[in-house]
């Protein structure tokens, strides 16, 4: 059973920056998809952006969801142990439990349902 964890959720201001990371009890991501959703209070989980190196979309290996693109970034680290998640000027609405999430393979896939792992979740405040 693949495990993932996430760190570096945590109270900041608006404006801030933070970064969160997802690891995995794998010797590596190498075969997989690793992906970020979030939920804030009160609302569906939702995509943010995913990563594999097996993906190359317009010379990168990652995708967003389009609302979020430019202020969030994924990066995979090398060795390919961990998956960053990048919030750069965050806002209040920024606020939700984020969670790491991975599929086998290479896949272009926004819903929670095509990825079979996930982590537990690290909770973000970002206040106003």
């Known amino acids: 059973q693949v495990q993932l964890k996430e760190t570096g959720g945590g109270l900041i201001q608006a404006g801030e920056s933070l970064t969160l990371s997802c690891t995995t009890s794998e010797r590596s991501f190498d075969g997989f998809t690793v992906a970020w959703f979030r939920r804030a209070p009160g609302k569906e989980r939702e995509f943010v952006a995913a990563f594999s190196t097996k993906i190359h979309l317009n010379g990168d290996n990652a995708y967003y969801e389009e609302s979020l693109k430019g202020r969030f970034t994924i990066v995979g680290s090398d060795p390919a142990d961990t998956v960053n998640l990048r919030v750069n000027n965050a806002l209040p609405e920024d606020t939700a439990v984020y969670y790491c999430?991975?599929?086998?393979?290479?896949?272009?896939?926004?819903?929670?349902?095509?990825?079979?792992?996930w982590g537990q979740g690290t909770r973000v405040n970002v206040s106003s």
């Open positions: 999430a991975a599929a086998q393979g290479a896949v272009l896939a926004t819903r929670p349902k095509d990825y079979e792992y």
